[in-house]
């Protein structure tokens, strides 16, 4: 898909950790993407760390474990990362705060057992995920509280959600729809966040120069580059078309069609340094 300068070709060499995007590079929908497995397979097989990092607030950790083992990729949990975990280590850092939650069951079971405290009336924050139980009775309360001074949080800002054939309104779009009501835009904790950066490196222990993050969205996944030292791979495998990165601010480091293309691209690099 692109040519490999030498400063690219250093960047893959040198890199001791992938993290990847789910939705749109490693799968679409609940069909895994032809290629996922075995480059997962083949940078294990160099000695490579990897984790996952979703945006997807309307799941969590546990159940992506689960959809990856029927997919035939069997991980733990600490190798997937979401921005609930990114919101949640934030919010139990306040003491005892009232938090009004517009999420469906997972992000709720991820709020409970982190003993957050959640409120129907009278919160300090609203927040607000990819709520696929979503109805207007939430909504209105969320722009309720909002205008009477409650804080405003929002897991993810993805506006679509990538599957099969098409889109799935967002985290993102349900809060364009609270602020068009309220005027107050929130506060973001996934990526591409200063606040999802820095958990990733405290998470997987390594320095962002040693991290290459592969995701299909520009706005998102590969936005996490701009303004830290992360490395960036942009798949052309879900949202991203190849004629609208000419058109973005946001660039990525390096464009592939799938994570399938990646793979020779890697093992043309170790083949030279065997010579």
């Keep these: 898909m692109n040519y490999l300068t030498k400063e690219k070709k250093e960047i893959l060499r040198q890199v001791k950790c992938f993290i990847l995007d789910l939705d749109g590079t490693f799968y679409l929908g609940n069909k895994i993407i032809d290629g996922s497995l075995e480059f997962l397979e083949y940078i294990k097989s160099l000695g490579k760390s990897f984790y996952f990092f979703t945006n997807n607030s309307s799941r969590n950790a546990s159940y992506y474990r689960k959809k990856l083992d029927k997919m035939g990729c069997s991980i733990t949990e600490k190798n997937i990362l979401t921005a609930n975990q990114v919101i949640i280590k934030y919010l139990k850092k306040k003491n005892n705060i009232k938090i009004y939650l517009v999420g469906n069951k997972y992000l709720r079971d991820d709020f409970v057992n982190a003993k957050l405290r959640m409120v129907d009336e009278d919160p300090d924050i609203v927040v607000v995920g990819f709520d696929t139980s979503l109805d207007y009775q939430k909504v209105a309360a969320a722009c309720h509280f909002i205008r009477n ?14 599957i099969e054939n098409g889109f799935l309104p967002d985290c993102g779009s349900i809060c364009a729809l609270i602020t068009a009501s309220t005027g107050k835009k929130p506060i973001v904790f996934g990526k591409p966040s200063f606040y999802a950066v820095n958990f990733m490196k405290e998470h997987t222990g390594f320095k962002g120069q040693d991290i290459v993050f592969i995701g299909d969205r520009l706005y998102t996944d590969i936005a996490l580059g701009k303004d830290s030292d992360i490395n960036t791979i942009l798949v052309l495998s879900g949202e991203t078309k190849k004629e609208e990165i000419a058109h973005s601010l946001i660039k990525p480091d390096m464009v592939f069609k799938s994570l399938k293309e990646i793979i020779p691209a890697i093992a043309g690099i170790n083949d030279i340094e065997k010579i």
Aim: hydrophobic share 35%.
């Design 149 to 162: 001074g409650a804080n405003f949080y929002a897991v993810n800002p993805d506006f679509n959600c990538p």
